[in-house]
Structure formats: structure tokens, C-alpha cells
């Protein structure tokens, strides 16, 4: 993936220790803010990676040349999201408002609650924040072995997803169940559909940043449709040695995974995402 290619992002908030904060541009966090609770923004974190925390490396967590260019990819993937959802908005006359994507290292405080590395990267509507500790990708290839630089381009543009659905209202009806407190997890629930609509909308955006770019190369999609296929539930559940519980589902199978964000990249149409009305999904 050619990711040099692309505009670098000014709306990446480094918090991770030992880091100089860079500034944050996106929308401030009003202090004493009460907004939804974690448990209802944990349904936007993308990856539910078992009970166990990431482990980290503190010998090797701050190698500064690899974390630069870290750093520029990040801010790299989150800059095109930002272009090609600019574009794509003002095409229905609509202002594209860009998440800011705060770097943390181990646990963070966000409007919506506390949440630490083992929940995975997610997505805060309360102040329309992506959180992401970086070391998730480290734990992408060790212990699942999702590699390469799409798969991880592709779990920023999930999170970007959640951000676009919510402003588009694609996601109403998941959002109206969970603040009524209405069941959202399971096979084909609200939880899984908002889930597979972020996917589908992740592809979207790969389509146009491909046509505009034309930065990925062979094998790229493919290392997409790898982390996709890992972190389906019921591709998680086997890889612990759990039986295969669809009324547990939260964010689709492999296969549906798959589907949706090929769905989205093959046709680079945001009205391709309407899985609240699929069936079957």
C-alpha cells in the first residue's frame, strides 16, 4: 500500500506516554461532559479480543524511527478518510464534520466512559472521537495474524464508519434501541447490522480512495479481507475454544464481515450499506 500518497491528518491527538501531545484540532471534550455510558459505546469498538489486556513491551514500545513512520501512516489513512468523506458529503450538499483519533497507550478516559487497550479501537459519538492504542496492531498479527498495511487502514476506516453512519443517520434504529435499553446483541441484531454497516462504509471509502490514489497493490484487499475474516464472531469464538453462540453475536461472522466491505468496495456507493433493511444480511 502506497500510503505516502495521501494527505497527512492534522486531527490525531497523540496522548501515549512519553509523547508530546499534538494539538488537538477536532471538537474539545467540555469538562464535565456526562455522556453515554461505556457500555453503550463499547458496541462501536470493532474488536472484542477476548478478556485478557494487550501486553506491553516497554523496551521496545517507543523504537522511534518505527513509531514515526507509524505515526505518519496513521495520520496518512485518517487524512484520506477525511478527503474522500469531504467529497462524497458535499455531493448531497452536506459539510463532513472529521473525527479527531486519539493515540493512547494502555487505558483512556473518553466521553464515554473509561476504557482500557483490551477492548479493542472504538468510536465515541459523545464527542465523535476514534480512540486506537497502536499497539492493537501489534496484537493484529501475533495473535491473529492480520497483517500488512490495509488491514490495518481498513480497522481505522471501520472506526471512521461509525463516525460517517451516525452523521448520515444511517444507524438510527441501533442507536434509538440502545438508548431505550432494547436487546441489540446477537445474529442479525442492531448491534451486528451497525457493525456490518461500518464495514460496508469502509470499503466505500477504499473504493474512492483507490480511484483517486491508486495506492493499493497486490494483496492489499486481500489482508483486508483477513482481518475482516479473524475478527468475525464466530471465527472468534472457535479461536478460544468456545462453542459457536450466534445469540452472542455482536459484530457478524467472517463471512458476513467480508461481504459487507466487499459490498462497499465493489461499488463505492454509500446507499449499498443499508444493512438495517437486509435480509439476510
Not at 489513512?77 to 483519533?101: C, V
Not at 472468534?236 to 463471512?255: I, K, M, Y
Not at 449499498?272 to 435480509?279: H, K, L, R
Amino acid at each position: 500500500m502506497l500510503w505516502n500518497r495521501a494527505r497527512r491528518s492534522d486531527n490525531v491527538n497523540d496522548t501515549r506516554e512519553g509523547k508530546d501531545a499534538r494539538k488537538q484540532t477536532g471538537k474539545t471534550i467540555a469538562a464535565g461532559l456526562a455522556a453515554v455510558t461505556l457500555t453503550g459505546a463499547a458496541l462501536y469498538a470493532s474488536y472484542d479480543t477476548g478478556p485478557k489486556p494487550i501486553l506491553m513491551d516497554d523496551a521496545s514500545q517507543y523504537a522511534s524511527s518505527a513509531d514515526a513512520a507509524q505515526l505518519g501512516f496513521i495520520e496518512s489513512i485518517l487524512g484520506d478518510t477525511e478527503d474522500t468523506w469531504t467529497l462524497l458529503f458535499a455531493q448531497t450538499a452536506r459539510h463532513y464534520p472529521s473525527p479527531t483519533l486519539t493515540l493512547f497507550s494502555d487505558s483512556v478516559v473518553s466521553a464515554c466512559g473509561a476504557a482500557d487497550s483490551s477492548i479493542g479501537p472504538f468510536y465515541c459519538p459523545a464527542n465523535q472521537q476514534i480512540y486506537l492504542d497502536p499497539q492493537f496492531f501489534e496484537l493484529m498479527a501475533e495473535r491473529f495474524s492480520a497483517v500488512g498495511d490495509f488491514a490495518q487502514a481498513y480497522i481505522i476506516a471501520h472506526e471512521v464508519g461509525h463516525h460517517v453512519q451516525v452523521e448520515l443517520g444511517m444507524s438510527a434504529p441501533f442507536e434509538t434501541a440502545l438508548s431505550a435499553r432494547q436487546p441489540v446483541i446477537g445474529d442479525s441484531g442492531l448491534g451486528v447490522r451497525s457493525e456490518l454497516q461500518a464495514d460496508c462504509l469502509a470499503g466505500v471509502w477504499a473504493y474512492h480512495a483507490q480511484q483517486r490514489l491508486a495506492w493499493l497493490e497486490p494483496g492489499d484487499i486481500e489482508e483486508a479481507l483477513n482481518a475482516a475474516t479473524v475478527f468475525g464472531d464466530d471465527h472468534l469464538q472457535r479461536a478460544q475454544n468456545r462453542a459457536v453462540r450466534p445469540e452472542t453475536f455482536s459484530h457478524g461472522t467472517s463471512q458476513q464481515r467480508t461481504q459487507w466491505f466487499t459490498a462497499g468496495f465493489d461499488s463505492g456507493r454509500i446507499d449499498a450499506c443499508d444493512t438495517f433493511n437486509a435480509a439476510p444480511l
